[in-house]
């Protein structure tokens, strides 16, 4: 047995789409705090043998747990080892889990109304300077940066972020950072969408609704941020709906 090599329970598997089952089963054991972080797992060789099934499967398993951050595989070693669970992991695989459900565009986009409306509410009542500060100089990127479509991309989402953040309520973020991980191409498609004059007045107005929304943090005017926000991703709902 390797060096940190764990014994565990692994059963045959005996569905068609077996490195699925198998991501599942191993996944399982990370989160439920029977495989710790450091620990390998049993080689390749081995989970062939307790799994009944061959190496392209157990490997496209062990992709699959890599490309979520479950595990970490390293080169010349015999198994994987597992890895510390991030906030990054549990968005991924949220998003995972989103897109495999087939959420549409709708479902997202009311989900986003609700939690971001409650999070600017939140943000006006728990905000530190530090947190008006960040908005301040995210704004004044993105103002920079209107009409370059992936940088404004990004300060739009920097800004959202802040203002999850200054709700003092980690879900919130956690929760943003999912959706917009699924519907970001359809930002960036939107915001080049139409002539010059049509973009433009698209970044004015996101930049507008963003300065307003952080006013109303400022002054810890809990109704007015909420209010602001909704009317901002409705705005922003109906162009994505309207492309969809």
Known sequence: MEKNEIKIAL??????????????QIRRLILDGEIKPGERLPSERKMMEMMQRSRPTIREAMRMLEREGYIKTFPGS?????QEISVDTAIQSLE?????????LQDIVEFRQMTECMAAECAATRRKEDHLTLMADI??????????AEAFIQCD???????????????????LQVCR??????????LNDG?????????????DSHREIYQAIAAKDSAHASQVMRDHLADASADLLDKK
């Not at 015999?78 to 597992?82: L, N, R, Y």
């Not at 995972?96 to 549409?104: A, R, V």
């Not at 010059?196 to 698209?202: A, V």
Request: no cysteine; hydrophobic share 40%; proline share 1%.
């Open 11 to 24: 059963h045959p598997v005996q569905t068609t789409r077996a490195s699925e089952e198998i991501y599942g």
């Open 78 to 82: 015999s198994g994987a080892v597992v």
């Open 96 to 104: 995972s889990i989103m897109e495999f459900h087939k959420l549409n």
């Open 139 to 148: 704004l004044e990127k993105a103002a920079a940066s209107a009409g370059n």
């Open 157 to 175: 989402l920097e800004f959202h972020l802040a203002v999850t953040e200054a709700s003092d309520n980690a879900m919130f973020s956690i929760m």
């Open 181 to 190: 991980g699924i519907i970001g191409e359809s930002l960036a498609d939107l």
């Open 195 to 207: 002539n010059r004059q049509e973009q433009r007045d698209r970044y004015r107005r996101i930049l």
